[in-house]
Each structure stands twice: as structure tokens, then as C-alpha cells.
């Protein structure tokens, strides 16, 4: 009976203990989280309030801010450079598919084991790792009208293209151009994807008979879906606040308004027109759509995983 007791009351004092390392293990994961958190909130959190508040005012950077209301917002909406923005930017967007597709299908051809992988792997990511003001340093000598690329068609009996100076060719030039800068980044992200695909999935299927291709529609894509839709957010919210080095060293948003896209405008109302308020509401406006794509992908992404 004593023995009993004694093993009972051990038990008993043994439970607080526990809960008093599990809440010690909780207070150390939360300070391991806080200086990533305070960096968040530092410059993420605070500079968009900041700019949600100038986006109400008419403010110079130079004299007190004045509040307008939604006069800004108003002036968006009837800004046809703006306009313009927007829809160069829908262009860009329906290229997301390009994006996602060329370094799937090139993971997926290096993860078959296709002769020089490693080298294909390590010369498809090196783009990744430059800086955009290199790459658009490297193609604006390829690219201009007594370039590389026009030399190339010449020699083959085409005419010259004026790529970035003509504004039915210079936003798909820039298109171009950051998608070989950057392809490299999905292509590891799905490379990684192929390696957790059943082997034993892929075997059945070989033994089953079925062809190459049909492995890759039914099997590997469904098995990677989640990574792609991962890749696709991403990706998307790249395309949306990642182009200005390219655009400001290839074209500068010319000729006209032709490579112009918001994250520029931006810099173009803040810099060059000195319209810091203007500017936050454009930057407001931004933030809206980015955060509207990425909810709806998200949303996509739950109710697949929910199938």
C-alpha cells in the first residue's frame, strides 16, 4: 500500500515538471521566433501603415503632409499611365504559365537522368544568383539594334529587330529576359519536388506499361501539384515586385509607356515627380492585387489538398 502511494504521489509530482519544461520549451521557441518577428514588423509592418497613412495626403517629402481622402485613389483610377500599367502588367501575368511550365518540364527531363543533368542543373540556376542591373547590363549589349542577337539574324538573312526601342517587341524582350534570370530558382524547388515521388508509384506504372509521358500527366505532376501551386504563388508575386532593375536599365518604362508596370510607376512618382503620397497609393493599390492573387492561389492550393 506504501509502495502504491509512494509511486502514485512520484507520478503526481512528476506531471507539473513536465508541464513546466513543456512551457519553458514553448517560451524558447517563441524567443528563437522574435528577432525574425521584430524584423517583420520593423520593415514590413510599420512602413505599410506608414504608407497607408501618406497615401491620404498630399505630401512632397519636403513640407507637412496634407490630408486629401481619397483623392489619390481617385486620381489612380483616371491616371492613364497607370492604365497603362495595368495592363502591361495583365500581359505579364498571362505568361505565368511559360514560367511554370519550361522548368518543370526541363526538372523533370534532369531528374530522368538525362547525360550532363548536374551541369544543365548548374548552369540553369547560375542566372538566379545575378543581380538584375547585371542582367540587364549583359542584354542591353545583346540586345540593341547593332547587337548579338540582331548580327545572329542578320547572318541568317532576317532583319534586324529593334527589340527594346519598338513597343510591340520591348515588353516581351523584358519578359524574356527575367525569365531566363530567373527560371533556375523553380527549377531546383521542382527538382527537389521529383525526388519525394514514389518510386514504387513510378515502377507500377512501368510495369502497367505505361508510356513516358502518360507517368509524367498522371503520376509525377499529380504527386508535385502542391509544389507547383507553391511555385506559382511565388512566382507571381516575383513577376509583380521584381522587374525594376531590368526595366530601369533596359528601358527606363519607354518607349512610351510600353514596359512601364507599377512597382516603376512607383518610383517614378516618388523619385521623379516628387509625389510621395501619390506614390504610397499606388504602392497600396499593389499591395491589394498582390495580396488578392495570392489569397486566391492559396484558396486554389486548400481545396486541392482538401481532394
Known sequence: MTQTLTAKDSKSAAAPRRRSG?????????LF?????????????????????????????????????????????????FLDSLVNMLILLATLPIWIGLPLVLAILI??????????????????????????????????????????????GFSAVDWLGNSSTALFSLIAVQLWATFGMSLLIF???????????????????????QTWWYIVIPSIRPIIEFAAVV???????????????????????????????????????NRPGYASAISMVLFLMMAGLAAIQIRIMSRNADI
Not at 513543456?22 to 517563441?30: D, F, T
Not at 505599410?48 to 483610377?77: E, H, Q
Not at 526595366?247 to 521623379?272: D, H, M, N, R
Open 33 to 81: 521566433v522574435l528577432p525574425a518577428l521584430a524584423l517583420v514588423v520593423v520593415f514590413r509592418i510599420i512602413p505599410l501603415i506608414w504608407g497607408l497613412g501618406y497615401s491620404f495626403t498630399d505630401y512632397d517629402g519636403m513640407s507637412a503632409p496634407r490630408f486629401v481622402g481619397l483623392d489619390n485613389y481617385i486620381g489612380i483610377a483616371h491616371d492613364p499611365v
Open 22 to 30: 513543456g512551457h519553458n520549451a514553448e517560451r524558447l521557441a517563441y
Open 191 to 213: 527538382i527537389a519536388g521529383l525526388s519525394t515521388v514514389s518510386a514504387e508509384m513510378l515502377e507500377a506504372a512501368k510495369l502497367d506499361g505505361a508510356k513516358l509521358l
Open 235 to 273: 512566382t507571381t508575386i516575383g513577376m509583380l515586385t521584381s522587374m525594376f532593375g531590368l526595366i530601369y536599365v533596359l528601358t527606363a518604362g519607354g518607349p512610351g509607356t510600353s514596359t512601364i508596370l507599377p512597382e516603376f510607376l512607383i518610383w517614378l512618382e516618388q523619385g521623379k515627380m
Open 111 to 156: 531528374h530522368q537522368g538525362v547525360p550532363g543533368g548536374k551541369l544543365f542543373r548548374a548552369v540553369y540556376f547560375f542566372p538566379a544568383v545575378l543581380s538584375s542591373v547585371i542582367v540587364g547590363a549583359i542584354f542591353n549589349v545583346l540586345l540593341r539594334y547593332d547587337g548579338s542577337f540582331n548580327l545572329f539574324l542578320k547572318a541568317m
